[in-house]
């Protein structure tokens, strides 16, 4: 870990929280979104995702007389979501998006749940 010093002789953290935020620049680039193409089959197939991500970071100072304390924390996430992939081919493009099979499988559970609700609610309104 590398501090910066200050004109005081304190030492504060800003420059490590500069350098962590610093090296997550290129996660959050065009570069994760389209993928590298590459070509198969007579096309050429260029990978395309959904980037989302954040970051976070803190830093510390003496706890008081008697106790020395510092402190530092940063963080980062980041998430890839596949969107589908574009193809090229004999001088046209053509989007193929991809299915989350998993997505469609829980909005069906939603669905189904929001349904269940709303014929129960019917049936004991109609019941009293």
């Avoid at 996660?27 to 990978?47: D, H, M, N, Q, W």
């Avoid at 989350?100 to 189904?112: C, E, K, P, S």
Wanted: aromatic share 6%; hydrophobic share 35%.
């Amino acid at each position: 870990m590398t501090t910066q010093t200050g004109s005081d002789g304190a030492d504060t953290m800003a420059g490590t929280v500069e350098e962590q935020m610093r090296g997550t620049r290129n996660l959050f680039s065009v570069k994760r979104v389209f993928g590298e193409s590459y070509y198969a089959e007579g096309k050429t197939i260029i990978p395309v995702a959904s980037i989302a991500g954040g970051a976070g970071g803190g830093a510390g100072e003496d706890a008081g007389d008697d106790e020395s304390g510092r402190g530092f924390g940063s963080g980062y996430g980041i998430r890839a979501t596949p969107v589908g992939v574009y193809e090229i081919s004999e001088g046209s493009v053509e989007w193929k998006p991809a299915v989350d099979v998993n997505r469609m499988i829980r909005g069906g559970q939603v669905l189904t749940a929001i349904i269940a609700v709303c014929l129960t609610l019917v049936v004991l309104s109609r019941s009293r």
